[in-house]
C-alpha cells in the first residue's frame, strides 16, 4: 500500500520523507490556501522532495479551464497528478488527459457509482473521502469496500486512494478494504508510528538495560 502525505506545509513533508515512508502527495486548494503561498511555486517545492505521485488540484469548473490549467500544472514536473473534481466535466477533462499521459487524481468522490464512472473516463487515482462521509453519518469505509469489489470484477486499473483519513484506524481499516494508496495528514502519519505498549515497552526495557551497566559500543 503506497502512503501519501495530505499537506502544502513543505518542512512537514520534508521531516517526514525522511523516513522513506512517504511514496506521493497530495494538495487541495483549501492546503494551497492554508499555505498562504503561489500554488505553482509550492507544487514544484513539494515535487524536488517527493519523485513519488504529487496531486495539483485545477480550480475551474468547465472542461476547457480543467484542461488549460491541468496541463500548466503538469509541466511543473513529470510526477504531478492532475487532480479534478468528480463532476461531469471534470470526467471529460480526465478522459482528455488519459488521452495525452498526463496522470489525473479523480477526488470529492462519495459513491461506488462516482467511482466507476471515474475509472471508465481513464482517472489513474480515484479519492474516496471517508472521513467527509463518516461526518455526513455514513461508514466511509464501506466505499472502499464496494470501489474494491467495482474495479476487481472489471479489471479497472484505476488506484483507490482513500482520503480525507482522520485516525490511524481510518489507515489500517482502508489497507484492509483493499485501498491501492491512502492519503494522510501529517499529525495521522506521525501518529502511525505510535503505541502505548510500545512506549510502555521501551522504558521498560531501557529502565532495565541501564541496571546491567553495560554499552554495546
Ligand atoms: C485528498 O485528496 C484531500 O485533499 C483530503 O484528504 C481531504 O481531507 P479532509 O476531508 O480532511 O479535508
Redesign the pocket.
Known amino acids: 500500500m503506497q502512503l ?1 502525505l ?1 499537506t502544502t506545509d513543505v518542512a512537514v513533508l520534508k521531516s517526514l520523507a525522511a523516513t522513506g515512508l512517504v511514496d506521493g502527495v ?3 486548494p ?2 494551497i490556501a492554508k499555505s498562504g503561498r503561489p500554488m505553482l511555486e509550492v507544487i514544484a517545492e513539494i515535487c524536488a522532495v517527493i519523485d513519488g505521485p504529487v ?1 495539483a ?1 485545477v480550480a475551474a469548473m468547465d472542461v476547457a479551464g480543467m484542461l488549460a490549467e491541468g496541463r500548466k500544472l503538469a509541466a511543473v514536473a513529470p510526477n504531478v497528478v492532475v ?1 479534478v473534481p468528480l463532476t461531469r466535466d471534470g470526467l471529460m477533462a480526465t478522459a482528455e488527459f488519459c488521452a495525452e499521459g498526463i496522470q489525473t ?1 479523480v ?1 470529492l468522490c462519495f459513491s461506488a457509482a462516482q467511482a466507476l464512472l471515474a475509472a471508465k473516463a481513464g482517472a489513474t487515482y480515484v ?1 474516496p ?4 462521509l463518516d ?1 455526513h453519518g455514513a461508514v466511509g469505509m464501506d466505499l472502499i469496500t464496494e470501489i474494491r469489489a467495482i474495479y476487481d470484477n472489471y479489471d479497472f486499473d484505476t488506484e483507490i ?1 482513500a ?4 485516525t490511524p484506524a481510518h489507515v489500517t481499516e482502508a489497507a484492509l478494504s483493499g485501498a491501492d494508496c491512502a ?3 501529517p499529525e495521522v502519519f506521525e501518529a502511525l508510528f505510535k503505541h502505548p505498549l510500545t512506549e510502555k515497552g521501551l522504558q521498560q526495557f531501557m529502565a532495565d538495560w541501564a541496571k546491567t551497566g553495560q554499552s554495546i559500543l
Open positions: 501519501f495530505d497530495t494538495t487541495n483549501s492546503l496531486s488540484e487532480k487524481n477526488t479519492s473521502f471517508i472521513g467527509r461526518d486512494l482520503a480525507s483519513i482522520r492519503t494522510i495528514p
